[in-house]
């Protein structure tokens, strides 16, 4: 398994890191079968899997409960886990217990938490001695009030989000997650901080990208984010199984090669 002194290095060589999210055993069984460095149990899933209709819905015990069939599928990767909307905020010493809590029950390597607000709570984890990727720029858990678009477009909030970046990384933060920002600002915070920092919609200058597995493969998504290439075409998928439910109708399934041949009725008794 790859780990945090391996991140540090590929950023001081400049070695591209790869990161991916999965949810589920057979998402992380791919994601390390191919090699991805890093994988993230975002709380996409909110959307990508339990169709939800933001983050904001998506529980602790979500997280937890997908970020454990990551573990089982992705044995040999480093995975990081996000703490979920509703966890961070609120006061210090319980947002720390429930980091402790999502962190020890997961088995991740790491958690990640959305907003320079949550700084003092990285200093904390960071104290104890749990490792945490933070998350600035476009924060989706603060949708309601950011939207969905690009962040740090003014002068005034490149500033801030560069304050924030050197702020996390002072509080202790291993790695920082940068989304739907400028790539000339994110190519600059890159450049000033000592930790890797991981691109979505960022831009090439980063340390590394990462992407939604169901993104990548055109699983179940409707909306295409301008940053996100298709890698493969999963939703080719409702032909295969319109295919399957035709043939069910016409007995074309199963046919001999899927039926057993052993025949028992001649033996019994009736
Ligand atoms: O939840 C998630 O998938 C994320 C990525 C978009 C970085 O936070």
Redesign the pocket.
């Known amino acids: 398994m790859k780990t945090l002194k391996d991140f540090m290095r590929m950023k001081h060589e400049r070695e591209k890191i790869s990161m991916l ?1 999965a949810y589920d055993y057979p998402s992380a069984k791919q994601a390390e079968a191919a090699e991805i460095d890093m994988i ?1 149990v ?3 899933l909110g959307m990508t899997v339990l169709g939800y209709e933001s ?1 904001v819905d998506v529980t602790l015990e979500d997280m937890k409960h997908h970020a454990r069939a990551v573990r089982r599928g992705a044995k040999d990767t480093y995975i990081v886990v ?1 703490m979920p909307f509703g966890t961070i905020g609120i006061d210090e010493s319980r947002d720390t217990a429930l980091a402790i809590e999502l962190y020890r029950d997961t088995n991740a390597n790491a958690i ?1 938490i959305e907003g320079a607000h949550a700084a003092p709570v990285i200093k904390k984890c960071h104290d104890i001695g749990i490792p945490v990727v933070a ?1 600035l720029g476009l924060t ?1 858990q603060s949708f309601g009030i950011t939207g969905y678009q690009l962040q740090a477009t003014s002068k005034e909030a490149a500033k801030q989000l560069i304050e924030d970046a050197k702020l996390v990384e002072k509080s202790g933060a291993i790695m920082l ?1 940068l ?1 739907a920002i400028p790539s000339d600002l994110a190519h600059a915070i890159t450049e000033t901080l000592t930790i890797p920092v991981i691109g ?1 919609g960022a831009g090439v200058g980063t340390d590394g990208q ?1 992407l ?1 597995y169901h993104d990548v493969l055109n699983y179940g998504v409707e909306h295409k984010p301008k940053f996100v290439k298709r890698y493969g075409d999963f939703s080719t998928g409702v032909e295969a199984l319109k295919n399957y439910h035709d043939e069910v109708k016409r007995q074309a399934f199963p046919s001999e090669e899927y039926t057993y041949k052993k025949q028992i009725m001649n033996e019994v008794d009736e």
């Open positions: 999210t993230l975002g709380d996409s983050t996000d990640k998350h989706p997650v989304e979505i990462v939604v």
